[in-house]
């Protein structure tokens, strides 16, 4: 498939017979990265949502298009809300909404950080300018986290609007300061913040994306929100990756292969507490040397962490962890899972 990374399509205030019976149906209508522009009663502002940044996290896709078709006519939210569905290539390659980014592609979530105009990098600047032209009094990007795991946001700054609106979502936001490429990462006058809705395959994470979109739609200002619930923070935590062509199993027993293997049962850490002297893994000889722990600065802090216990890996310290995955692929090429330090 030659994917023409130019096209987009707009929609506006668009019908039923658009928007077909089903999500899937409905995204398998779409040729491309689609664009969905909603009046609102104040049409002075507006609101966006984007979604479908990784094809294979539909919840947002599901949670929109049941927001737009769930009554006989289209919602009227406070003000214009602008959604845009992204990677739709991505998405509609069989199997569907299985696929993060096309195959032998890119992930667009790490293309926005970048001079380059072609490609990959021209999908992430066509978005970015669809974003900026309706100037937007804040954006919510929706994923899903690629394992198992309750619902929680990431932003690259804490203020009282942000809070707001993470209340709509869930009441877990992580301030982040890592630099990857992604949406969130860019400035556009007003709050962003990445909302993950939990694991793909769960019917929560859909109803997480439905319930914060309807709030969103219905809340009269993002400014003057009495936010409703307490918001627990997390600040500032670190990727743990693997080293370039170092192998990756899961097991929940040592069988002694290359590499890394991390316990089958990693994603249960999830938004828990692994203690100092845990185990969570076995390694080769290359022992710690297959990792990397990169903070701010580009340092590697991996010893401070982690340790090992003949070929096991073991936690050196009490961490928080959280987006840990048993998907090789995705634990492979972005990381093996985010971690703090924890103080309980």
Known sequence: MDIDFSEVTYLKNPCALTLKADYQQFLLSLS????????????????????????????????????????SALPVPETNIRIIICSVEAACKSPLLSHRYYPNG???????????TTGYFQ???????????????????????????????????????????????????????????GLMEQNFNCPILTIECGSAHDEQSHETAYQGINQLG????????????????????????????????????????????????IEQFNFGHARKDQMIGWVDDRGLDNFQLLNDAYEDVLN?????????????????IFMATSNKEVATDDCLFYLVKSHY
Do not use: M
């Open 106 to 116: 890119l992930d667009i979530n790490r293309c926005f950080n970048t001079n380059e």
């Open 32 to 71: 491309g990265p689609t664009i969905i522009d909603i009046s609102g009663i104040n049409n002075e502002s507006c609101r966006v949502i984007t979604t479908l940044l990784h094809g294979n996290e539909p919840s947002g896709l599901i949670a929109i298009h049941r927001w737009l078709t769930e009554h």
């Open 218 to 265: 219905n809340c009269s200002s993002i400014y003057h929100y009495n936010q409703k619930t307490d918001v627990d923070i997390i600040s500032k935590p670190f990727r743990f990756q693997l080293k370039p062509n170092v192998n990756l199993s899961y097991s929940e027993h040592d069988e002694g292969y290359e590499g890394v293997t991390l316990k089958s049962s």
């Open 123 to 181: 999908r992430a600047q066509i978005i970015k300018q669809a974003i900026l032209e309706v100037n937007p009094e804040c954006v919510i990007d929706l994923h899903n986290t690629p394992g198992s795991g309750p619902a929680f946001a990431v932003c690259t700054i804490i203020t009282p609007e942000v809070l707001s609106l993470t209340s709509l979502f869930c009441d877990t936001i992580i301030l982040s300061s890592l630099k990857i490429g």
């Open 304 to 320: 401070e962490y982690f340790t090992l216990r003949d070929n096991q890996l073991v936690c050196a310290t009490n961490i928080r």
